[in-house]
């Protein structure tokens, strides 16, 4: 796949052209338990995962598996209901094929979202936290392959890999709507299995405010592409290794539906601003 990756780029990017997607300005990307926001979007086309040319196609039960275009804050918009993993199977490249094509559609934004674990303790399950750094634990780099040089910078400067002025819009929008968003960092891990107590210990230390298991690779590419990026984890649950339960996927699916309303707002907001 790797020598040929900028034509079939090209080749899922025209089949999505010939079926409507036209030129849409922002890209979002929908993390676990957060497919709603496809609720506020003016719905023109939908397409699943599996009829476009070599994108992957989602595995994981609770994600839909469809790229959609339409209209939200007044903007064109291309949403992924569902999202690729590393755990998954999928290599780098398979990871951000999607940002690649959204890129090639002609997007100038990108917005992201996942659930993750609170590592700060100050941060509560259902609650939010807008991603200001991260910390790459993945093991790999979606822009390690041969021939990367002819799609963008090799050595992507990452000095400030989510856009500040979106981060500072974001912000003040929150604060105007009265919603908790905190700030940090996110550390991205393989998975699929969680963290052990002394594995949470370690990422506290090394400076993580929240982990999981995507949104990296992606964000990656996006600097790679000169696309600006901005992320929110929505936390749905709390890391103290000292008091530590076993994990329930309902209860981590009912804390992002939670929070998914909040996270709405923010995105439509933004989306209105850009």
Not at 118 to 123: E, G, K
Request: glycine share 8%; charged share 20%; hydrophobic share 45%.
């Amino acid at each position: 796949m790797k020598p040929q990756l900028i034509k079939l780029v090209q080749e899922a990017t025209d089949f999505l052209k010939e079926r409507g997607f036209d030129q849409p300005e922002v890209g979002i990307i929908l993390g676990t338990g957060l497919g709603h926001l496809i609720d506020s979007v003016e719905v023109i086309k939908e397409v699943h995962y599996n009829l476009i040319p070599y994108f992957p196609t989602a595995t994981v039960e609770f994600h839909k598996g469809k790229l959609i275009f339409g209209v939200l804050g007044g903007k064109k918009v291309v949403v992924m209901q569902g999202r690729f993993h590393l755990y998954e199977g999928y290599s780098q490249e398979d990871v951000t094929f999607p940002v690649r094509v959204m890129h090639q559609l002609g997007i100038k934004k990108l917005l992201v979202s996942n659930a993750s674990g609170a590592l700060n303790l100050a941060f509560k399950k259902g609650e939010m936290m807008l991603i200001d750094d991260h910390l790459n634990l993945q093991g790999s780099s979606p822009l390690a392959f041969h021939g990367v040089e002819h799609m963008g910078e090799r050595f992507v400067d990452m000095n400030r890999p989510y856009d500040p002025a979106m981060n500072q819009q974001i912000t003040q929008i929150a604060e105007q709507l009265n919603i908790r968003l905190h700030r940090g960092v996110y550390v991205g891990v393989l998975g699929p299995q969680l963290e052990t107590r002394a594995e949470y210990r370690f990422l506290r230390l090394v400076g993580g405010d929240a982990v999981g298991m995507s949104t990296i690779p992606e964000v990656i590419v996006a600097n790679h592409l000169s696309l600006p990026v901005a992320a929110i984890s929505v936390l749905t649950d709390e890391c103290d290794p000292d008091h530590l339960a076993p994990v329930d996927i309902n209860d981590i699916i009912a804390q992002a539906k939670k929070a998914e309303p909040d996270m709405v707002q923010l995105f439509s907001k933004l989306i209105e601003q850009l």
